[in-house]
Nanobody, 127 residues
């Protein structure tokens, strides 16, 4: 079992920045890589960003590319999502998910492949 705990959500002004963090613990984590998804009210959960276990490759949804940065700290088993130039449409509950390292970067956006999820952290954007 892998336990994921998101933190860092809150209220941010449009144009501002926010850093989300996902802390992973549990079974050997070297077999997993982490991604971020988000779900706005009355919308489907959508992919935001993903990073390989080693951190050498990242992938982003087009809607956040150039504004969000995903990074990993293997010593802490954390994956952060730095959100810059936040827009009202970024408001959502953000979830961290664990994906087997069997899968490649092209698979990061496929929600059904993720084995574990955190409880989510709310991001609210004021305009």
């Amino acid at each position: 079992q892998v336990h994921l705990a998101e933190s860092g959500g809150g209220l941010v002004q449009a144009g501002g920045s926010l850093r989300l963090s996902c802390a992973a613990s549990g079974r050997p984590l070297d077999g997993y890589q982490l991604g971020w998804f988000r779900q706005a009210p009355n919308k489907e959960r959508e992919f935001v960003a993903g990073i390989t276990r080693s951190g050498d490759r990242t992938v982003y949804a087009d809607s956040v590319k150039g504004r969000f940065t995903i990074s990993t700290d293997l010593s802490e088993n954390t994956v952060d999502l730095l959100m810059n130039n936040v827009k009202p449409e970024d408001a959502a509950v953000y979830y961290c998910g664990a994906l087997s390292t069997y899968y490649r970067v092209v698979h990061f956006s496929t929600q059904s492949l993720y084995e574990y999820w955190g409880q989510g952290t709310q991001v609210t954007v004021s305009s």
